[in-house]
DNA sequence: GTGAAAGCGCTAACAG
DNA sequence: CTGTTAGCGCTTTCAC
């Protein structure tokens, strides 16, 4: 504290420009007092636009940087009308299926000069308005949302005439707007072909939240398989609840305790499968040979030494990426309308418990 | 596609504010002339200020509803010089430690009126200081940032005089800035104090980067847990390399093959862990029995059933949220100075591994 | 209670 | 090549 700042005084530089300057923001006007020039010239020095001569130019970026301007994206948004800003909306991102589509989404639009708002709703609808109005207010040049269901008629009223939005991951039927999804039903019947293929006789199915159409749609693909090779669905197989670990869990040992159980469970993500996995190994199964499962997404946990769950992988990051790619492009050329709409062929990835 | 419209058409308003407003944005400018009072009684009665008659307010309000005015948070921030935007820029969303971290800050975030842009800077410090540009030219209120390393000296100069920061899980030594960290030396401690305690002798130490400072703080605390019971530290079971499960798999099995082998391995985090425990697993060991592992984090996968890691566990969320709200604080009240640094307490989580 | 006017920091015509 | 000027949409004095 009683210490001479000996080397402080020592080192200052001579020029007191930076200290001074950088105490309260600068702004183009005091760099054209010190320039003397107008401040026109030097927006068009720092934005590299005709019009300065060279000499000039190379003074203005000289005094620019001694005094250490930080050029205000608030004020050019303002003029410009845009902020090189997008919204990610997303149910959760403690959820493991959504940091890889945030990272995608964050890193192509991070290559297009963009940032990226992270908004979790919690999978409340509500909250999916309210941060759309928070959005709006903000004026982000555009919106990724990856919606809690496909009731999404409030969310595009809001946004209608407001800002371009592309659905991930999840998107309403009959929309207007782009999205990257991918092909649920093709999902939901690779993984039950490669049950059905591997003899597994009756399967199951247990999925999550109806309503937000991805269930659905991995459910019809299973009811297609089974179509395909002749067989009958089971109903009294299917259930379609939420996609709490501990629902499947409960659910699998009240199949196995009524001694109602298929050999073979479709599952309608990673977290469902390790649930009737684990519920069944805690009552004396053995996976696959007593029961096998299917999950979906491929979550990080599916790969693991323990786990070796085989399911029908999703493309995360590709996702993420590619919706804000389609966004970036819309922005940049409202005009072109082509590849809109992406879906996206799951992959199923067979590793030991089917 | 040829389908008329009939139905559109006979729902559609008499009045054509909304249809028309809502095409291009409408600022107080247009209120006010609708309303037929200066645009600064548009901005109070919109403020809920002082200085506008009840009738009057009433009025503006009811016009700006009808004509679906969106304020202009770019153009307030302007004037107010302030965005109500923080940015946080961490790592990896993709590694289980940072999504709780963010949903943390998010939530807290959210509920003081501010957004959060989110940032993941790969673990380079290139990034952080190119992100940091970028906040500050987007004008961000603030900043929290998880630093790849405890070499901050970078950031803190470009930071300097332009906005407040707040570090959160990672803190270099000295700073004058606030920041939000778990004790690790502490959690070392209580790790290795654990596995002493239960008879295991001798102990290794397998942890990740050096120069983060966390790792460096672990393992003073598994030296001090050996010195507070009169153990010796076998220094060649200490090792320093990186955060890939595959280094912590590949290490323990030449461990194994060269018959140098601890008893009990203190990792610098779950994934080493996993990877010391599946290393160890396939080469015939039994976990706790032939080798026990305590890991660090209590990422989601440690209480899996299949996994049943005994780790140090770290308060995720709460350090996110700590972090906004002593940034918040910090922007509400400059002054304010007290609460600016906190160290929260891990906490041993004894499962099976150890 | 209300309006006029200045200005936040910047871009973009439009003149010279 | 350079300067002047008019905004972008809003808040905030300062008069009336």
């Not at 004020?75 to 403690?94: E, F, M, N, S, Y």
């Not at 009958?232 to 259930?239: A, G, L, T």
């Not at 990080?300 to 804000?324: C, D, F, N, R, W």
């Amino acid at each position: 504290m009683h210490q001479l700042p000996t080397e402080r005084v020592f080192c200052r530089r001579t020029s007191t420009f930076e200290e001074n300057a950088s105490l309260m923001n600068v702004t183009i006007k005091d760099i054209a007092k010190m320039a003397n020039v107008s401040y026109a010239s030097v927006s068009r020095a720092l934005n590299g636009k005709e019009g300065v001569s060279q000499a000039t130019k190379t003074r203005i970026l000289a005094i620019a940087q001694e005094m250490n301007y930080q050029p205000n994206e608030i004020a050019r948004g303002l003029v410009k009308k845009q902020t090189l800003t997008l919204g990610l909306i997303i149910p959760d991102i403690t959820n493991p299926f959504y940091p890889f589509l945030a990272r995608g989404a964050e890193e192509r639009a991070n290559q297009a000069g963009y940032n990226l708002f992270l908004c979790n709703t919690n999978y409340q609808i509500e909250n999916e308005i309210k941060y759309i109005q928070i959005l709006i207010e903000k004026r982000v040049d555009g919106l990724i949302i990856s919606p809690s269901s496909s009731q999404t008629e409030r969310l595009e009223e809001k946004v209608r005439n407001a800002l371009p939005i592309v659905y991930v991951s999840n998107a309403p039927q009959q929309t207007q707007n782009g999205f990257v999804v991918s092909n649920n039903t093709y999902g939901g019947f690779i993984a039950t072909k490669h049950l059905i293929e591997s003899g597994y006789d009756p399967i199951g199915f247990i999925g999550g939240f109806q309503g937000a159409g991805m269930v659905e749609d991995r459910l019809q693909g299973f009811r297609d398989a089974h179509r395909a090779y002749g067989m009958e669905v089971r109903e009294d197989f299917v259930y379609l609840k939420d996609y709490h670990q501990e629902t499947a869990y409960h659910l699998i040992q009240e199949m196995i305790r009524s001694r109602q159980i298929p050999k073979a469970i479709v599952a309608g993500n990673d977290i469902l499968a390790l649930g009737i996995m684990e519920g069944a190994k805690n009552l004396g199964f053995s996976i696959p040979a007593d029961l096998a499962v299917v999950g979906f997404d491929d979550i990080p946990l599916a790969s693991m030494e323990e786990i070796q769950l085989t399911t029908v992988k999703q493309p995360q990051y590709e996702m993420g990426s590619m919706s804000v790619d389609i966004l970036v492009r819309l922005l940049e050329n409202p005009a072109d309308l082509k590849t809109k709409k992406v879906i996206l062929d799951p992959q199923l990835i067979v590793r030991k418990t089917a």
